[in-house]
């Protein structure tokens, strides 16, 4: 079973988003948002990688960078991925980790800010922070920033179409992840571990 939102709760949030006027999120709407970035973080705090794919079309868009970057222009990414196979290309990269120490993450999502509207497809802006803890540590500050996000409203549920990770960062945090091979983008082990934890 995916770890997402079934139709009907999709095509509810979209029957309550043609009912939005200009950028005004409604409250129910809000909260159809928040339950799709809550399934999202739930499967990556799970550890359900193999699943994490799903939350996408299978023509996608998933692009991290940092903010600073991103003042430099559209090609100064850490990770751009553009479909569901290369999503799960990090996933076995991930698999191949030679020194991956285990530990558990924890994904805060909050103030969501709705953009823009159609009948097919929410642009959503949020904040995000991602925790970690090691076994026998102290949980810690891993990353944080902002999602741009293009959420399409389809027969199979709603999927993200296009995320843009803008992080709060100026050089790349820690992973204690290194892998044999990287599968492209980004820098060393730090591209396909980091692709998928946010």
Not at 31 to 36: N, S
Not at 123 to 150: C, M, W
């Amino acid at each position: 079973m995916l770890c997402r939102p079934s139709e009907a709760c999709c095509k509810k949030a979209a029957r309550n988003f043609l009912e939005t006027t200009g950028s005004i999120l409604t409250a129910e709407l809000r909260l159809d948002v928040q339950e799709f970035y809550a399934r999202y973080a739930e499967c990556l705090d799970g550890g359900r990688l193999q699943q994490w794919p799903e939350f996408f079309l299978d023509s996608c868009t998933y692009r991290v960078t940092t903010r600073r970057n991103l003042r430099l222009g559209p090609d100064e990414h850490l990770v751009s991925l553009s479909t569901r196979t290369t999503m799960r290309d990090r996933i076995v990269a991930i698999g191949q980790s030679e020194d991956y120490e285990p530990h558990t993450q924890r994904h805060l999502v909050s103030n969501f800010r709705l953009q823009s509207a159609s009948d097919e497809e929410l642009r959503v802006q949020a904040n995000f922070e991602i925790l970690r803890t090691f076994p026998g540590k102290r949980s810690e500050h891993f990353v944080s920033g902002s999602y741009d996000d293009r959420i399409a409203i389809v027969v199979a549920g709603a999927c993200i179409s296009g995320r843009s990770c803008a992080c709060s960062i100026r050089t790349f945090p820690p992973t204690r992840c290194s892998t044999r091979s990287d599968a492209g983008g980004g820098s060393g082990g730090f591209a396909p571990f980091f692709a998928a934890r946010v």
